[in-house]
């Protein structure tokens, strides 16, 4: 079977939650909280990363079938690769042996392989040389008889049956090297892959930091933080306030936050006790 992995060495929940400055030294009693939320989080976005994949993927062996003379003309095998690639066993989530969460968006197994489209010849029109099927293609292609269509479509039965399309391999690695015609050259749709594989776990990477940032922010922060506005110059500011260790009121303007050091740090106004802006204020928000 041939799988596809992202070098992405930390791509999981502890190691996003450290590049985060989370550990169970920094946050002893939520950790646990946090690691159990940052993994189905990586989970969850990595699946919608692996059904895009699928249906890309799909897409991408249609447009290198049209490029291949027999699968152009004898559209059938499209729809017989796209509804094998359809089979739900193909999309997955799994871990490596370094823990690194990983897209599976193809099965080439349950495609199946040219040991499997033998059988499969075998059991429809197993006799014949090459230049015997070289004759039936070539009456079809004339409109002579349609002896070839009858045996592919058959093929494809059988195939579909078992949501198979063996022939993917004879399109990623050509058929040069076999008893088979017409010739076609390679088209390489499967490992040409390995780019839009990791361009989008590096995508689905950035998106779990951003989405465990937010989970982050609330448990840290939030939690202690009352809604509130203030009225600055006709200017309404949605925020947050706080009473500081010193006693002194705090507001945060909303979207102000950022993350600096594996803290989180704001911008807003030091309050009188009665909630009007004394000056501007910056610094770290509350844990």
């Known amino acids: 079977m041939i799988e596809f992995k992202h070098r992405i060495m930390d791509f999981n929940p502890i190691g996003l939650l450290n590049r985060m400055g989370v550990n169970s030294i920094t946050y002893p009693f939520r950790y646990r909280f946090f690691v159990g939320e940052a993994a189905i989080i990586i989970e969850t976005r990595v699946r919608l990363s692996a059904v895009f994949l699928n249906k890309l993927l799909q897409t991408e062996f249609e447009k290198d079938m049209y490029l291949i003379a027999e699968y152009a003309k004898f559209t059938r095998y499209m729809s017989t690769l796209k509804l094998a690639l359809s089979n739900p066993k193909h999309v997955g989530v799994y871990w490596d042996k ?10 080439t197994d349950l495609l199946g392989d040219l040991n ?6 075998k059991m429809v029109h197993p006799g014949g040389t090459l230049a015997h099927w ?19 479509n058959k093929r494809l ?19 040069d090297r076999y008893n088979a ?19 989008e776990m590096l995508t ?22 009352t809604a509130s506005t203030v009225e600055k110059d006709n200017v309404v500011y949605p925020g947050y306030e706080w ?14 936050e950022k993350l600096v050091g594996g803290k989180y740090v704001g911008k807003g106004f030091f309050l009188s006790p009665k ?3 004394l000056k501007r204020w910056s610094g770290w928000l509350p844990r």
């Open 157 to 175: 039965d059988i195939m579909e049956s078992q949501s198979m399309a063996p022939f993917w391999e004879l399109i990623d690695d050509g058929n």
């Open 134 to 152: 070289i004759s039936i293609y070539n009456a079809w292609l004339a409109g002579r008889n349609n002896l070839y269509a009858t045996i592919i």
């Open 243 to 256: 009473t500081s260790r010193s006693g002194r009121k705090i507001f945060v303007i909303s979207g102000s």
């Open 116 to 121: 499997d489209l033998s059988e499969i010849q």
């Open 275 to 277: 909630g009007l802006i």
């Open 204 to 225: 689905a990477y950035f998106e779990c930091m951003r989405l465990i940032e937010l989970i982050i922010f609330a448990g840290r922060g939030f939690r202690t933080l």
């Open 181 to 199: 015609w017409p010739k076609h050259r390679a088209q390489h749709t499967l490992k040409s892959f390995r780019f839009v594989y990791n361009r």
């Open 98 to 107: 370094k823990n690194n969460v990983q897209a599976r968006f193809v099965n």
